[in-house]
């Protein structure tokens, strides 16, 4: 009990036993009044260039008094101040200076002092830094732009997110290895480069890009990241962001030069505009480097990151810590920043890491700011549940769980992951197309977007491999090392048209197209390549100069195109799903086959036949009547028939078939079987009959009760890992 009322912004210490305890009120910052007298909500946070004056705006509430440092360089380690000048206490904890003049190119940091503390730090609005993102930069952005900048634009506008085919690519992956022969190497310069080829005359870089045919290309982490030293380079993933307003300097041409990244991202971004390919930054809002360094805690100690009742950071992720989304001026910044990136680096999505950890109020202010001006960019992100301190009650998080509440934001769907491979979590599991006997059911529920979590189409992002965990193809090596290479080649591309085919949003690892292994120097397939630099990790064009990749690459290649070209694959309500895909029941063991019908947009198909065989051996699939046209099977896809077909059709091992109903096609009578009555007929469209269900339901209950110990080890497991990240 205190003689006098708290003041709840105040410093206090405790006195015990002649020791001094500094009091933490972390969760102030969370409250109401807090909150009220304190929620800046301008739109000049950083330093605004004119070429008459710069206005600087900081918003640091708890600050006694504030300064701007002006520097020479951006070169944290260079003594070349130039001037530190006091700031103007403004509203809502803001604090302002102007400086007249052209400052554009001047690099500057703030200093607070509070009571006897005095820190400096670069500013969390910095549009851009000096090297190593110590220092920010005042920069006349418009000066950065290229020729034509302003005529650029999303080459998919207009489209459905369910018409999307994303590619997940790491910088340095894609040019890293020699054959690439792309001279600019891990550089956003790369996407500049066209005609490159390997040595052999394998098309590479952003022209295979655009023959491959995706729409999206992903780009991991490309804003400022801190655990790669920007003076000499080297390899990391970037899960680590340092300031969320810059591009990453170790991929630019100069790191020292703040003006440099930022024109050389719109280079990027303009050139595979213009071959019409569409960018997603990977976007890492959860967590920080380092909460104690990153700027906006130095500003205002504990805002930006939830802090338990001891003081230490609510760490959720595993990564160290978490951000206090639900904090008004946290969820502003995070807003800001992803339409800053949609604005002024023309954006066309955003996958966001770990996004269960932030609350669904502030993915969907994101979501709904953003497509105030710019309607067509996606939304997706890793909806995984995590334990976390939350400051606030009753706040929902963004996961899977709770995607109802943020119908403008798609999430991962593991479901399809594990049901078509086996689990992440145990590298000897297998799935459904490698001859697991349990994914099947899943991997059923996702063709028609109905697993369980999710019923949108619109809110699904299938994949059987990301740059998390072994490549799909390691995974198969791994945990079919019986299995001949035919026959693991077989089980790829079966995955491969299975998620092409599915309703959602199809979604790949760079290279999973062209067989990508990740191998150790000591032969070990790695599973988590986050920081084991460019051998392991890039890409190794010179495969593709072997007749064995390229029939992979054109596989995809038919997959891609067919998908593009069949509206009844991307649809994007679930009601419409229900209307026009459906599951065929009477097929053989290990057989999937769905039934679809036209009508809907950008489809000319009346009828659409998918069937999917994991068996060893060929599958007798009696078709609906009528002539057929076959499109896909096990060796090839694409949009030119292949053959005609009617009655029942033999699927070959491990693989995929997709046909189009077509008049053109005669009508062979076949003879009868003995075993097998219902010949004459279509298979029969049907729900599992009530004993199949209960017994789906009785191995759900004991998959469940496994799985929840298995889980419970692995988060563990997990978490150790997830540390090293
Ligand atoms: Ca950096």
């Avoid at 103007?88 to 500057?108: F, K, P, Q, S």
């Avoid at 730090?121 to 190593?132: E, I, M, S």
């Avoid at 697993?451 to 390691?474: E, G, M, V």
Wanted: hydrophobic share 35%; glycine share 10%.
């Amino acid at each position: 009990t205190l003689e006098e009322e708290l003041d709840p912004f105040g410093s206090y210490t405790i006195t015990f036993d002649g020791n001094d305890y500094k009091v933490n009120m972390p969760n102030v910052f969370s409250t109401d009044s807090f909150e009220a007298e304190f929620t800046y909500t301008g739109s000049d946070l950083g330093a605004v260039w004119t070429p008459e004056k710069t206005t600087f705006r900081v918003w640091a509430p708890l600050a006694d008094e504030v300064y701007v440092n002006l520097y020479e360089s951006g070169d944290a380690s260079a003594e070349d101040l130039i001037d530190s000048l006091p700031m103007t206490e403004d509203v809502n904890g803001t604090w302002v200076l102007e400086a007249e003049g052209d400052r554009n190119g001047v690099y500057y940091t703030y200093t607070t002092v509070t009571g006897d503390e005095v820190r400096e730090a670069c500013d969390p609005y910095a549009r851009t830094t000096g090297v190593n993102g110590d220092r920010a930069m005042v920069i006349d952005l418009d000066s950065t732009d290229p020729a034509g900048w302003e005529n650029d634009v999303n080459p998919h506008a207009g489209e459905k997110i369910t018409d999307a085919v994303i590619y997940e690519l790491h910088m340095r992956d894609f040019s890293a290895d020699a054959s690439s022969g792309i001279e600019n190497v891990g550089k956003y310069l790369q996407f500049t480069e066209k005609g490159t080829k390997t040595a052999g005359g394998a098309v590479t870089g952003i022209d295979y890009l655009k023959e491959l045919g995706i729409t999206h290309v992903h780009i991991l982490p490309m804003y400022d990241f801190g655990s790669v030293d920007e003076t000499t380079g080297g390899y990391n993933w970037g899960y680590d962001p340092k300031n969320y307003n810059v591009p990453e300097g170790s991929y630019s041409t100069d790191p020292y030069n703040g003006a440099v990244r930022v024109g050389e991202v719109k280079q990027m971004v303009q050139s595979l505009h213009n071959e019409g390919i569409s960018v997603v930054m990977d976007v890492v809002y959860n967590h920080v480097q380092s909460g104690e360094d990153f700027c906006f805690n130095r500003l205002v100690p504990g805002y930006f990151s939830r802090i338990n009742e001891n003081g230490s950071y609510s760490n959720g992720s595993g990564c160290g810590n978490d951000t206090a989304s639900e904090r008004s001026m946290v969820r502003k910044y995070i807003v800001d920043s992803v339409c800053y990136w949609a604005d002024e680096y023309h954006m066309d999505g955003f996958r966001f890491d770990l996004v269960g950890l932030l609350d669904v109020d502030t993915v969907n202010a994101i979501v709904e700011e953003v497509h105030k001006t710019h309607p067509d960019v996606i939304f997706y992100g890793e909806g995984w549940t995590m334990t976390t301190n939350v400051t606030k009650t009753n706040m929902v998080m963004a996961t899977q769980t709770n995607s109802a509440q943020t119908p403008g934001f798609a999430y991962f769907n593991d479901k399809i992951r594990d049901g078509l491979k086996g689990g992440v979590f145990n590298d000897m599991e297998t799935g459904y197309i490698s001859g697991g006997s349990g994914g099947s059911f899943e991997v059923a529920k996702a063709f028609t977007a109905d697993s369980a979590w999710c019923k949108s189409p619109a809110q699904t992002i299938n994949y059987a491999s990301c740059h998390d965990n072994l490549t799909l193809f390691d995974k198969l090596q791994k945990s079919r090392s019986d299995a001949s290479r035919e026959d693991l080649i077989r089980m790829n591309n079966l995955a491969a048209a299975i998620y092409m085919t599915s309703q959602g949003v199809p979604f790949m690892q760079a290279g999973e197209e062209m067989l990508r292994t990740k191998v150790n120097a000591d032969g070990s397939f790695n599973s988590n390549s986050y920081h084991s630099g460019d051998e392991v990790n890039s890409i190794k064009w010179s495969d593709l100069e072997k007749e064995e990749y390229q029939q992979v690459l054109e596989y995809y290649k038919g997959l891609i195109a067919f998908r593009k070209e069949h509206g009844v694959l991307r649809l994007d309500d679930a009601q419409a799903v229900q209307e026009h895909v459906s599951r065929v029941e009477s097929v053989p063991q290990n057989v999937l086959a769905f039934y679809l019908t036209g009508g809907v947009e950008n489809e000319t198909a009346e009828e659409m036949f998918v069937i999917f065989n994991a068996n060893p051996e060929a599958a007798e699939v009696t078709l609906p009547a009528g002539g057929w046209s076959v499109y896909i099977n096990g060796e090839t896809a694409g949009t030119q028939a292949l053959e005609g077909v009617s009655g029942k059709v033999s699927v070959a091992p491990i693989s995929a078939m997709v046909l189009i109903q077509d008049d053109s096609v005669p009508v062979v009578e076949q003879p009868a079987s003995e075993e097998d009555g219902q010949d004459e007929n279509a298979p029969a469209v049907s729900e599992p009959t009530e004993k199949e269900s209960v017994n789906i339901v009785l191995i759900g209950v004991v998959c469940a009760v496994v799985l929840a110990v298995v889980g419970a080890v692995l988060i563990v497991l997990g978490k150790g890992k997830r540390n090293k990240k």
